[in-house]
């Protein structure tokens, strides 16, 4: 009997150590497997980060050309003033004022004053451009889950798109009263990059994408809709597997909606696309509050 109890024990330490060496293994299987998404979200983060650059580099690219043509007048007209403060300085106050008069002077400042206004503007508009492609390419691991108005976070994607946007497409935006919602901010603007990217390229020629944030009882909903050439049928069950892409051969990863698909999942929310008849695509992202 004393054996028979012993040998019990055995099994059960023995079968113990196989459970914990399973659980050990499925630990470090899991760990990997989140580390392999975290490492494909932000490869395909970067692949946009590099569709973006040509973008921004153009606008940053027109503010420097204006910085650059604005400076010869801008520095003309301190010329000037400098010259006419001397002329005050040395008691010559009537030469002055011809002076002022004939170098057009008074005109000369109220225009520089509107130059250094569209100067600050543009400047404004770069450092918020470049602040948001650096929150954009930062790694999501370690950002903090926080409340958020998710039409900030639309409309951050749309500048970051500003570019590839252009004039041809119409940005509606159709945005609840309350859009606040506990999200990784990071995360959920490259969900709206990668739509608003697919949407973008859907147009061919002028055409419209609609923005809207909706809330009831239980949940906030986020659409992004396109007057595109839509998808086709056949397509619309495959379109969130990844490397699944109706672009020709260097126009995407077929990565960009799987990805979106998994942070949106990381939010425990819902994804899904609708064809929208005769024509266009509308996805619609739900997130229970």
Do not use: W
């Not at 580390?35 to 946009?48: F, I, N, P, T, W």
């Not at 010559?92 to 600050?120: I, Q, Y």
């Not at 799987?258 to 994804?271: F, M, N, P, Q, Y």
Request: aromatic letters at 4%; a negative charge; charged letters at 25%.
């Amino acid at each position: 009997m004393a054996y028979e109890h012993h040998q019990v024990l055995t099994l059960n330490e023995q079968l113990e150590h196989k459970v914990a060496e399973r659980t050990a293994e499925l630990e470090n299987t899991v760990r990997e497997l989140r580390a392999a998404e975290a490492q494909a979200v932000h490869a395909e983060k970067m692949a946009s980060v590099g569709r973006l650059a040509a973008g921004i580099a153009h606008e940053i690219n027109n503010l420097i050309n204006f910085i650059a043509n604005s400076l010869p007048p801008l520095e003309e007209t301190f010329r000037d003033a400098r010259a006419i403060l001397g002329l005050h300085a040395g008691g010559a106050h009537d030469e002055a004022a011809r002076r002022a008069e004939l170098r057009g002077l008074p005109a000369a400042v109220v225009e520089a004053e509107a130059v250094f206004h569209t100067l600050r503007n543009g400047v404004q508009r770069s450092r918020e451009i470049v602040a948001g492609l650096t929150r954009f390419a930062r790694r999501d691991e370690g950002e903090p889950c926080r409340e958020v108005d998710v039409g900030r976070l639309l409309d951050s994607a749309v500048d970051l798109l500003r570019y590839e946007l252009d004039s041809r497409i119409e940005v509606v935006r159709r945005y609840c009263l309350d859009g606040r919602l506990r999200c990784y901010p990071g995360a959920l603007t490259q969900v709206f990059v990668n739509l608003l990217t697919n949407a973008a390229q859907a147009i061919d020629g002028k055409g419209n994408i609609t923005l809207t944030t909706a809330r009831d009882a239980g949940a906030l909903t986020v659409s992004v809709e396109d007057s595109g050439t839509g998808i086709a049928p056949d397509a619309v069950n495959k379109i969130f597997e990844p490397f699944f892409t109706t672009r020709e051969v260097g126009r995407g990863t077929g990565l960009g909606l799987a990805i979106a698909h998994a942070i949106v999942e990381r939010h425990r929310g819902s994804i899904r696309v609708e064809p929208r008849a005769p024509q266009g695509t509308r996805f619609e992202r739900e997130k229970s509050i």
